[in-house]
């Protein structure tokens, strides 16, 4: 079984400066991972995902993440937050093989920009 | 096109009450997923589809929850009796199965219950 931990639940941090959302991750086998975002009210939306390949991964609205399989993280990072990245952001597991389709999810972290 | 469809948005009930949730999943996605969010607990896994059929129900808390998706498009959650620590968020998500476990889930925007 896979399992996700978040290690802030809260990281509050000023406009333009950059910020690092901490991700590790637990699991027996081979995984994917994935960070999502949430903004109020609304459901979660992917930012990312690690399947294969390069570590460094890209994602929309400026984030990126690297994959660490030694140290089990993945943890996503922005050089320069604006206000509007203020929301909750999810990092997720699930096994890359055939019969592991539950996608697990971290507690999140409540990331708020402040002017 | 239409992302994932839920409803109701918010419910309000009082315990005892029978509690329905439904859900539309986006078309040609024949992977259906069911979640809850609470602030304790964060988001948990209740039960996943693939082509109509319940494949793990694990997450499943207890008996008074019950999950059906008797078509491609259209999945219940029943809640029944509801107590107040159902109280959540609950919500739906799908994918196609063709992209395996590496694939984007899409989410609806969440059915927000709380028992009274």
């Known amino acids: 079984a896979q399992s996700v931990t978040q290690l802030d639940s809260q990281v509050p941090v000023f406009e333009e400066a950059p910020v690092e959302l901490r991700c590790n991750y637990s699991?027996?086998?081979?995984?994917?991972l994935f960070w999502y975002v949430q903004y109020p009210n609304q459901g979660l939306q992917l930012l990312l995902k690690?399947?294969?390949?390069?570590?460094l991964v890209k994602g929309i609205n400026g984030f990126e993440a690297e994959f660490n399989k030694s140290q089990t993280s993945f943890h996503l990072r922005k050089p320069s937050v604006h206000i509007s990245d203020t929301a909750e952001y999810f990092c997720?597991?699930?096994?890359?093989?055939?019969?592991?389709?539950?996608?697990?999810f971290g507690k999140g972290t409540k990331l708020t920009v402040n002017p | 096109d239409a992302g994932v469809i839920q409803s109701p948005r918010h419910e309000v009930t009082e315990m005892g009450q029978e509690v329905t949730l439904r859900c539309k999943p986006i078309?040609?996605?024949?992977?259906l997923f069911w979640y809850r969010q609470t602030m304790m607990r964060g988001l948990e896994l209740l039960i996943y589809?693939?082509?109509?059929?319940?494949?793990?129900d694990s997450g499943m808390p207890e008996d008074r929850f019950s999950a059906k998706m008797p078509n491609a498009s259209f999945s219940t959650l029943k809640i029944q009796p509801s107590e107040p620590r159902d109280s959540a968020v609950y919500f739906c998500?799908?994918?196609?199965?063709?992209?395996?476990?590496?694939?984007?889930?899409?989410f609806g925007e969440g059915s927000r219950l709380t028992v009274l």
């Open positions: 997720a597991v699930s096994g890359s093989q055939g019969g592991s389709e539950k996608l697990v």
């Open positions: 589809f693939n082509n109509n059929v319940p494949i793990d």
């Open positions: 699991s027996s086998v081979s995984v994917y």
């Open positions: 690690y399947l294969s390949g390069s570590t």
């Open positions: 078309s040609g996605h024949n992977s």
């Open positions: 998500a799908s994918r196609p199965i063709a992209g395996g476990p590496g694939g984007e889930l899409f």
